[in-house]
């Protein structure tokens, strides 16, 4: 008996649907994660993408 | 900037301490700036290889009877050269610039990023010499043979090293949303590429999917709906979060929108890919699912959208001035229109009137050209000047540009939306004696000439925008001063020993709740995420899992249930001759215009016959579905023409049809057929699974020699040209005439039937 004569045999036809649950579950579960981070965290982060690029030359003239 | 190398969250983070010593660090910009180079180049000539194809379908005379340019060898050639050499190129120069930045530190290996550089490049030059010369595995989107497909996927496991490298060594604590949509498409295209091209070789330039028919299509469809997921919208989804707020000066409308909108996309994208294959033989409940989740998709799609076009909240004036900002206002609103669209078509009845039409072709087009393509053309203009050290040449023609591309995307994208529709509708219309109303195919197809010349002014147009984005990138590069001023940064590296903070007490303390509502408290406070963030290892693995495990789930019960492809007793392996017949149909693109998959549509059945089995492609490797009809469906070609009407087609359609837009494949009538490999893949064929007997496979050439001499006769017969003994289009049409056939042929043992009875019952076709 091979891999697949245990996978028909078992009803695993609903394995999809049982698949679609647990994804939906999860991902519900982070939505909801997000919307009760506090503000000033997002504020936080939000902020790091303007404050990546400062530097100074070797001559000391400012990028 | 305080002592801890930068303001914001990684400061104000427990645990970092205090360092007393800054780092001083050096970005690459030579990287991005050659991947940015390449991006326009390798743009300029995938689309001036669309453009040439479009123009074949508008004029077939174009072609002139070149093989090398034919519009089967053509299109696959344009689809890879601007998916994966103009946006490949593309993500990679805003990867490797945002990267660095993001995590305040320099790429991790100069090696690997120039071995990635120079690798990628070797690759696409691969995929232009091969791919022209009709070496394909014959799967959209992932033709590439196998020793490319190896080569890829070295050089992707470099980028990956020197990705996770970078992004170990950060000197931010806070991995900003750009890194992950980064990581999300670092680790689901090397899922994806590995899985999709396991095949068995053949020879150096060809080899057989491992997977057949139903599976091959399932495995093909997640592979080619998650690759545009994941290369062509997680990372400029990423560039978005970065370039947007950089250009517009301004944070990000909601971060936490951007979570939500990272997340849906790993939960769900990945269970999108079976609306490709809507009333095809794939199992109905994979169809469905498929269906489901493209819906679910609508959400965070426009949740994504809106929070980019909000970025620019209190800077829209800009707009009107600034290039970079026109391209990237259009780029999204693209986004939003091509993720409206996408779910609706996946809608089943939707898709039954737009699958294999145009309407699929101008989808495509409004997220490649719109979204891709204006991403791609806004970060350039905003990145080149800032790593060549100088100011854009001229703003002026970025503005020309913007407004040439513009036109031309839309006199691409609506006259293929009208010629979708157009085709759609004609094929399915009834007449009032209940037959169809244009019985004819190339009716269909002469009705939307028209709008195939109008998209060939569009696309020239965009080109030429194109063409215009070089020349400022050209000119802004050689503004460059003479020696590139080194510029130091300086941020505090991380602490070794980084304590995080203490998991937050419940709410509840004090309350009378069970110990279960503490927990739930806590994890809604949301300190575990806030961890997760800062360990980019256990973050990649995370999304890895979720993109997996749904995979799984999709994909193993097509693989192991068999109720999910019933077995038909009258299928049977390809003759020897066929194998080499349909290894030629492969070569040549036939599947770029011609579908083998009659759907249960009223309309359709009547056209081509009984609707496709799943039990009918078991031994398709690969299969040969399609996904558009420039030509009509082949699946049940076997008897209906006789051979001889097939070689002079194949010599020249327009013998046969004056309005057929076929090429003409007149070398077929001239050309050897390669007898000498056939034992080679009849045995790779049979490592996959066909159950060639030995004797069939040791004496394969000898079986199709004779076979070949029996269809030569056969046509010879019925009036045909002599001496096509041993030629191409012998092969051909015994291919051809065995299409769709079995079904009806009495039951026969699948091992007996390895070595077939062949010829001119099997080659089919009445005189």
Known sequence: MNLTDVMSNAGFSDFAKVGFVLSGLTFVGVVVWVVLRPKSEMKAHAGVVLDDDEGASRNGRQS | ?767
């Not at chain 2, 490797?96 to 930045?101: E, F, K, P």
């Not at chain 2, 170990?168 to 680790?187: D, I, K, P």
């Open chain 2, 1 to 767: 900037m305080d002592a801890n190398g930068g303001p914001g969250v990684n400061t104000a983070s427990p645990g970092e301490g205090a360092p007393t010593k800054l780092d001083e660090f050096i970005y690459d910009d030579a990287t991005p700036r050659a991947f940015a180079f390449a991006t326009v180049l390798w743009g300029i000539v995938g689309m001036l290889v669309g453009l040439l194809a479009a123009l074949e379908l508008a004029f077939p005379s174009v072609g002139a009877g070149i093989p090398y340019i034919a519009f089967g060898r053509l299109r696959p050639l344009h689809t890879n050269a601007v998916i994966f050499a103009f946006a490949g190129n593309a993500i990679f120069a805003a990867i490797y610039y945002s990267t660095q930045r993001l995590c305040k530190a320099r790429m991790w290996s100069g090696l690997l990023s120039k071995f990635h550089l120079w690798g990628w490049q070797a690759i696409i030059v691969a995929a232009a010499i091969t791919l022209p010369l009709g070496f394909t595995q014959g799967k959209e989107y992932a033709e590439l043979e196998w020793p490319i497909d190896l080569a890829i996927a070295v050089v992707w496991v470099a980028f990956a090293i020197n990705y996770f490298g970078t992004l170990a060594r950060r000197r931010e604590r806070h991995m900003y949303v750009s890194l992950w949509f980064y990581s999300a498409t670092v680790v689901t295209i090397a899922v994806l590429h590995i899985f999709n091209n396991l095949s068995v070789p053949a020879s150096l330039w060809k080899s057989y999917s491992l997977y057949a028919g139903v599976q091959d299509a399932l495995m093909q469809w997640w592979y080619g709906h998650n690759a545009v997921g994941f290369l062509l919208t997680t990372p400029f989804l990423g560039l978005m979060y970065y370039f947007m707020p950089k250009a517009a000066e301004r944070p990000v409308f909601s971060y936490r929108l951007s979570i939500i909108h990272f997340w849906s996309l790993v939960f769900i994208y990945i269970w999108a890919g079976p609306h490709h294959l809507h009333y095809t033989a794939l199992p109905e409940w994979a169809s469905t699912l498929g269906m489901l989740f493209s819906i679910m998709l609508w959400m965070p799609s426009w949740g994504g959208m809106l929070n980019g076009l909000l970025t620019l909240r209190g800077a829209w004036q800009r707009v009107s001035v600034e290039p970079v900002l026109k391209f990237f206002v259009v780029g999204v609103t693209f986004y939003g229109m091509a993720t409206f669209e996408g779910p609706l078509l996946s809608i089943k009845s939707v898709n039954a009137l737009s699958h294999y039409t145009d309407w699929t072709i101008a989808h495509v087009h409004a997220g490649a050209l719109g979204w891709v393509g204006f991403m791609t053309f806004g970060m350039l203009y905003w990145m080149m000047p800032r790593v060549c050290q100088t100011e854009l040449w001229s703003k002026k023609l970025a503005s020309a540009h913007f407004w040439i591309a513009t036109v031309g995307l839309v006199l691409y994208i609506v006259p293929i939306y009208v010629a979708g529709i157009t085709q759609g509708t004609m094929w399915r219309s009834i007449n009032d004696a209940g037959g169809l109303a244009y019985p004819d195919f190339v009716e269909t197809l002469a009705a939307v000439i028209p709008m195939y010349i109008v998209r060939v002014i569009g696309g020239s147009l965009y080109l030429l925008g194109a063409v215009l984005a070089f020349v400022n990138l050209l000119a802004t590069w050689a503004r460059r001063p003479a020696h590139y001023d080194v510029v130091v940064h300086q941020a505090a590296p991380l602490q070794p020993r980084f304590r995080d903070s203490p998991l937050p007490e419940s709410r509840l303390k004090g309350m009378a709740v069970v110990d279960l509502a503490h927990k739930i408290d806590v994890w809604q406070q949301g300190g575990w995420h806030r961890r997760l963030e800062r360990l980019p290892l256990r973050f990649t693995l995370y999304v890895t899992l979720a993109v997996v495990v749904a995979s799984l789930f999709e994909i193993v019960p097509t693989f192991l249930i068999r109720s999910n492809v019933p077995t038909i007793q009258s299928v049977r392996p390809y003759t020897p001759l066929e194998v080499a017949g349909r290894d030629i149909y492969i070569g040549e693109g036939c599947y770029n215009c011609h579908s083998q998959m009659i759907r249960p549509i009223l309309a359709e059945t009547k056209r081509y016959g009984e609707f496709s089995k799943p039990g009918e492609f078991v031994y398709d490797h690969p299969f040969q579905w399609g996904s558009r009809r420039i030509g009509p469906d082949l699946a049940r070609e076997g008897g209906r023409q006789s051979s001889v009407w097939h070689v002079l087609h194949l010599q020249n359609p327009r013998q046969i049809n004056d309005k057929s837009i076929m090429p003409a494949y007149a070398w077929m009538l001239t050309k050897d057929v390669d007898f000498a490999s056939i034992p080679a893949r009849l045995a790779a064929l049979n490592k996959v699974g066909v159950p060639y007997p030995q004797a069939t496979i040791a004496g394969g050439a000898e079986l199709a020699r004779k076979q070949a001499a029996e269809v030569a006769k056969q046509i010879v017969d019925q009036n045909g040209p002599s001496g096509l003994d041993g030629k191409q289009v012998v092969a051909v049409v015994a291919y051809l005439q065995r299409l769709g056939k079995d079904l009806y042929a009495a039951p026969t043992p699948a091992v007996a039937a390895a070595t077939p009875s062949t010829t001119p019952k099997a080659a089919g076709g009445e005189p």
